[in-house]
């Protein structure tokens, strides 16, 4: 069975430019959920969806969004970027009624 | 609101021998989910152990067991007969009950800092 798969892996932005990720989750999964993980913050909960709909939101600004599919599949945008978005963003996939998340390896974005 | 303490900077273990990762949590919800992710240097978050609040057993898997003292609100993990592959950060994590959906989906865990391990030859 496929795990996570998150593309890019890599991505080197400027800052003001915008960017997308994908996030695709393991089959049959139907949450995802998005973080982002700097050195100085740590880990941080972006957004929850499930069957197509957010159903979490973090304390990020909405420069920051997202989209889930009709197959799962999602997607987050970050507009405008700046210096402090350079993080690594993790995508994260779970199944109803069970514990663990499962992760994808992580999109790594540079704000030049 | 809930918090995560991880304040173990970073660990050493001789290889074979046990270890104890630290993490204490802070939450008001009576019902809640622990977990523990190792990510290696390639970045992968990996999942280990989960234990939940109103769990009377410690949780345990394969090398991997959790040391949960509600009273106490800590959820340490040991790992038993440390191995090289296990050089890692290692994240304490939680779930509150509030954000479970109907469903009993998972959605925002909130993590620790972590704690960078280090295994010896």
């Known amino acids: 069975k496929a795990g996570v798969t998150q593309t890019p892996r890599y991505l080197i932005k400027t800052r003001g430019q915008q960017v997308t990720l994908s996030c695709s989750p393991i089959?049959?999964?139907?949450?995802v959920s998005w973080y982002q993980q700097t050195p100085g913050q740590g880990l941080q909960f972006l957004f929850e969806y499930f069957s197509e709909t957010q159903r979490n939101k973090g304390n990020f600004p909405g420069r920051f969004s997202g989209r889930q599919f009709s197959n799962s599949r999602s997607e987050m945008n970050v507009s405008t970027l700046e210096l402090g978005d350079s993080a690594l963003y993790l995508c994260?996939?779970?199944?109803?009624?069970?514990?663990?998340?499962?992760f994808g390896p992580g999109t790594r974005l540079t704000v030049l | 609101a809930q918090k995560i303490t991880q304040t173990q900077p970073g660990m050493f273990v001789q290889e074979k021998e046990a270890v104890t990762l630290d993490c204490t949590y802070d939450t008001s919800d009576q019902s809640y989910g622990l977990f523990w992710y190792k990510q290696p240097s390639s970045g992968e978050m990996i999942f280990l152990i989960y234990q939940g609040s109103y769990d009377e057993q410690n949780a345990t898997e394969g090398r991997y067991s959790l040391n949960f003292q509600k009273a106490r609100k800590s959820a340490n993990l040991v790992i038993s007969a440390s191995q090289l592959g296990d050089s890692a950060m290692y994240f304490c994590a939680m779930r509150e009950a509030s954000f479970l959906s109907y469903t009993g989906a998972n959605s925002k865990l909130t993590f620790g800092k972590g704690i960078t391990l280090s295994v010896r030859p």
């Open positions: 994260a996939s779970s199944l109803e009624g069970v514990n663990e998340q499962f």
């Open positions: 089959s049959g999964h139907r949450s």
